[in-house]
């Protein structure tokens, strides 16, 4: 006989668990992650592999350590740990992804009560902290093909002015292009994008304002003169694609409310397009994630609804 479990409204049935969820979003994942082996090599999956077996490993002592209910059967570790090898370039040495990860559980994730509790996303936390300890390793870029020439990225060439050098737009959509080993395929970022919205995990609003407002604001200021910019040229270029479907719409550190995940979304494309045009840093969808993270409770806190029956004070 079940029991009946009596709680306070509303009262919301679903059959969606963490471990449901997570292993959706590791479903996704894959084709981006294949698109990296494709134009990497074999480097790519010494990546993806130490960076998942160190978050997993993380995630197990962190919890023992604390004493906590041991969830690494939950899937969460594994979509940590395959975000922060997608953020990696093939040149690093594995302890930079190993390191990323213990980072990115241990202090970002761990540290402030596990699952749902930490304030911002912990690959993007882990590949700031990285960035700015070994910027060498973090931004050596080398071209897809087994030769592995060092090269500049499209958003280097573009902020140069170089556009002479640039992968035509097909180059920049499938992949063939200098990268962080996840970012680089816009194609097998959709097609998990399309999984996500299809399986009901994400929904539209914050990916698509984020990347409406990159395009527009970069089409607008980011040319010589006013709407001269290469506008859809940069939604395939650089970490937008990855950020704005894998990592802005992290749940426990996007807003809740549908006008904050708008605001979310605009947010971090307005940020994210002044980094690029006017910042000495190429890309900015790291720091632009990051610093929305921060200020979802806030969002949350202007956007929520008015309780049904609720009298305003004021008044």
Not at 278 to 288: E, K
Request: aromatic residues 10%; contains cysteine.
């Amino acid at each position: 006989m079940n029991q009946l479990i009596v709680s306070s409204s509303p009262h919301i049935n679903s059959e969606e668990t963490v471990e449901k969820i997570m292993r959706d979003v590791v479903i996704a994942l894959i084709p981006a992650g294949i698109a990296g082996v494709y134009f990497f090599g074999g480097r790519a999956i010494s990546i993806i592999a130490v960076s998942v077996i160190f978050a997993v490993i993380t995630e197990w002592a962190m919890q023992k350590l604390y004493k906590r209910a041991i969830t690494i059967d939950d899937w969460s570790a594994v979509v940590t740990g395959i975000l922060v090898a997608y953020n990696m370039p093939p040149t690093v040495p594995l302890w930079i992804p190993a390191l990323g990860s213990v980072i990115a559980i241990g202090l970002i994730k761990q540290v402030f009560g596990g699952l749902g509790h930490n304030f911002m996303n912990p690959a993007l936390g882990a590949r700031a902290i990285l960035l700015a300890c070994w910027p060498v390793h973090m931004t050596t870029w080398v071209a897809p093909g087994a030769d592995a020439l060092s090269t500049a990225t499209p958003l280097e060439l573009l902020k140069d002015g170089v556009t002479a050098e640039l992968p035509t737009l097909w180059d920049a959509f499938i992949g063939n292009k200098g990268g962080c080993i996840g970012e680089t395929s816009c194609l097998a970022l959709i097609i998990g994008a399309v999984y996500l919205l299809y399986k009901g995990i994400i929904n539209w609003r914050i990916p698509f304002t984020y990347l409406g407002t990159v395009a527009l604001f970069t089409w607008i200021f980011g040319g010589d003169g006013l709407f001269t910019g290469a506008g859809i040229y940069n939604l395939f270029v650089g970490g937008l694609m990855l950020g704005a479907f894998y990592m802005a719409t992290d749940y426990a550190t996007s807003p809740v409310t549908p006008k904050g995940q708008i605001i979310m979304g605009i947010g971090c494309g307005i940020i994210t397009s002044i980094i690029r045009i006017y910042g000495g840093y190429p890309g900015g969808v790291t720091y632009a994630i990051l610093m929305m993270n921060v200020a979802t409770p806030l969002i949350d806190k202007y956007t929520i609804p008015s309780i049904y029956g609720e009298v305003d004070e004021d008044v």
